[in-house]
C-alpha cells in the first residue's frame, strides 16, 4: 500500500529552527507537496519539489531525496504564527495525491 | 472576493436530517474537490470534477451526494449521516488536475457534526 509517514507534533522555540520530516513508500513519484494549515483554516500550498536537493523560500526550505523517500521542510527564524499543522503530500504515477496526517507544530515563547 | 469560499462553516446535524455544503472558487480554475479531514487522519478524497464532469468518486457511501452545476460551485448533498462522518470537509481547486505541479487552493471547510 502507499503511505506517508511524519511525526504527528512537535514543539520548538521561537527564533530557533525545526525540521519537519516526512517518509514516503507510493507507487511511483510526480512531486511532492508541504501544505500550511492553521487551527480552522484552509490548507496553504508551500511548496513543491520534484528533483533532489534543497528549494529555499525565505524563512522555508524543503528537501527531498528520492532515493531515500524521504522530505524534510525546514522552518528558520520561529516565529508564533508558525504554530499550525504541517501536511506532506506525494503525487504517485497515477498523479493522485496521497497525503500524511500532518504534523502539529507548536512554538513556545 | 477572491479564493475559494465554503458554506456552512459550522454545521450539526441529526442522523436523520437532509442539509448540503456549498463551495464557490473565485480563481477561474477547472476542477473542484471534496475532501474530508478528519482529526489525526491523512485528507481523504471523495470526489473530483473537472470541467463540470465527475472524473473521481473514491467509494463514497451514497449518503454524500455531490453536484457541481457550473465550474465556479460544488456542493455537497448529505443525508441519513452516521455519526463517524462527524468531520472538517474541504472543498478544494485547481486550474489543471493532470499536471504534477498542480497545487490545490483549499476552502476554510465546513465543520460538521452529526448526532
Known amino acids: 500500500g502507499q503511505n506517508i509517514d511524519q511525526p504527528t507534533e512537535m514543539t520548538a522555540t521561537e527564533g530557533a529552527i525545526v525540521q519537519i520530516n516526512c517518509t514516503y513508500q507510493?507507487?511511483?513519484?510526480?512531486?511532492l507537496f508541504w501544505y500550511q494549515q492553521h487551527a480552522g483554516e484552509a490548507p496553504t500550498f508551500l511548496s513543491y519539489?520534484?528533483l533532489d536537493g534543497l528549494e529555499e523560500k525565505g524563512r522555508f526550505s524543503s528537501f527531498l531525496s528520492r532515493s531515500k523517500g524521504y522530505s524534510y521542510l525546514l522552518l528558520k527564524e520561529l516565529q508564533m504564527k508558525d504554530s499550525a499543522s504541517y501536511l506532506c503530500?506525494?503525487?504517485?504515477?497515477?498523479?493522485?495525491?496521497?497525503w500524511g496526517a500532518g504534523t502539529k507544530l507548536i512554538i513556545k515563547p | 472576493e477572491t479564493g475559494v469560499t465554503q458554506t456552512p462553516r459550522h454545521l450539526v446535524m441529526g442522523m436523520t436530517n437532509k442539509k448540503s455544503l456549498k463551495c464557490e472558487q473565485h480563481?477561474?480554475?477547472?476542477?473542484m474537490y471534496w475532501y474530508k479531514q478528519s482529526a489525526k487522519k491523512p485528507l481523504e478524497l471523495m470526489f473530483v470534477?473537472?470541467?463540470?464532469?465527475?472524473?473521481e468518486n473514491n467509494s463514497v457511501p451514497s449518503r454524500f451526494s455531490p453536484e457541481c452545476p457550473n465550474s465556479s460551485h460544488l456542493f455537497l448533498h448529505l443525508h441519513t449521516l452516521q455519526p463517524e462522518d462527524s468531520a472538517l470537509y474541504l472543498c478544494?481547486?485547481?486550474?489543471?488536475?493532470?499536471?504534477?505541479?498542480?497545487?490545490?487552493?483549499f476552502g476554510s471547510g465546513t465543520q460538521l457534526s452529526v448526532l
Open positions: 507510493t507507487s511511483g513519484f510526480n512531486g
Open positions: 470534477y473537472n470541467f463540470k464532469e465527475q472524473t
Open positions: 480563481l477561474g480554475h477547472n476542477a
Open positions: 503530500a506525494v503525487r504517485d504515477s497515477n498523479y493522485q495525491l496521497i
Open positions: 519539489n520534484v
Open positions: 478544494a481547486s485547481s486550474q489543471d488536475p493532470g499536471t504534477g505541479d498542480e497545487k490545490l487552493f
